[in-house]
């Protein structure tokens, strides 16, 4: 798993996740064992630096504010 942070200096920032398909199986199954546990999950640096440090995934009941939105997979060129 390779996780990077993008700072485009105008206050955005994007954040890349590289998985490997047994990193996709571990999320999912943490994913769906954070469902359950209504609780979080936290992915942390292997040691490599410069890294993301850590990156935390919680449960957030219905009455949280959002700021973000999953919009899916990129269109793929048709040509």
Same mark, same amino acid.
């Given at each position: 798993?390779?996780? #990077?942070?993008?700072?485009?200096? =105008?206050?955005?920032?994007s954040l890349e996740m590289g998985?490997?398909? #047994?990193?996709?199986? /571990?999320?999912?199954?943490?994913? =769906?064992?954070? #469902?359950?546990?209504?609780?979080?999950?936290?992915i942390v640096c292997s040691g /490599?630096?410069?890294?993301? /440090?850590?990156?935390?995934?919680y449960w957030a009941d219905e009455? /949280? #504010? =959002?700021?973000?939105?999953? =919009?899916?997979?990129?269109?793929?060129?048709?040509?």
């Amino acid at each position: 798993m390779h996780i #990077k942070l993008n700072d485009f200096k =105008t206050g955005w920032y994007s954040l890349e996740m590289g998985l490997r398909e #047994k990193d996709i199986d /571990e999320l999912i199954n943490a994913l =769906t064992e954070l #469902k359950r546990r209504k609780s979080h999950i936290q992915i942390v640096c292997s040691g /490599e630096s410069p890294a993301i /440090e850590n990156f935390e995934i919680y449960w957030a009941d219905e009455a /949280e #504010k =959002t700021n973000s939105i999953f =919009t899916g997979f990129p269109i793929e060129p048709t040509k």
